[in-house]
């Protein structure tokens, strides 16, 4: 399933934050254009979704390339369009993955987001992401994981 296939037929999305830092610090990806169709737009029908981990990455990487005033100007951006899901009700599926997966803690929040909601989680190509794994645990925990 190709990436505007997946946003045109989805109502609930998870973006990892490689996919956000990539649009807003306009780093020119290919996806940047189906975001702005399907997901950063005033017609958009998908609600994005998102948890704590994400916000401090944001916040913390941006800060670190550009300034907190812009990093902080980022996450009121995101807090304003993202519904952001408690850890509470995340933590234990996360904890599930990354004891069976090495993964970062924040891409294992993303994908238990992911089946909480029961909607596709985007990630961008990652080291420890691979095809290979990303296969095993769409297949072990019926997830939607898909590289952009």
């Not at 946003?7 to 934050?17: C, H, K, M, P, V």
């Not at 990487?61 to 902080?72: F, W, Y």
């Not at 992911?114 to 989680?121: A, G, K, N, T």
Request: with cysteine; net charge negative; hydrophobic share 40%.
């Amino acid at each position: 399933m190709n990436t505007k296939q997946i946003l045109s037929e989805t109502y609930n999305l998870i973006l990892d934050t490689s996919v956000l830092l990539g649009y807003f610090m306009n780093e020119g990806q290919e996806i940047n254009s189906l975001l702005e169709e399907y997901v950063f737009t005033q017609e958009s029908k998908i609600i994005l979704y998102g948890h704590n981990l994400i916000k401090t990455e944001l916040l913390y990487i941006i800060c670190r390339e550009k300034g907190m005033n812009d990093a902080e100007m980022v996450l009121k951006k995101i807090e304003s369009i993202m519904n952001i899901i408690s850890d509470t009700w995340l933590f234990k599926k996360a904890a599930d993955i990354k004891c069976r997966y090495p993964l970062a803690i924040s891409d294992c929040f993303s994908i238990s987001l992911s089946l909480l909601q029961e909607c596709p989680v985007l990630f961008l190509p990652e080291y420890e992401l691979s095809r290979d794994t990303i296969e095993q645990i769409n297949k072990e925990y019926h997830s939607k994981i898909h590289l952009i």
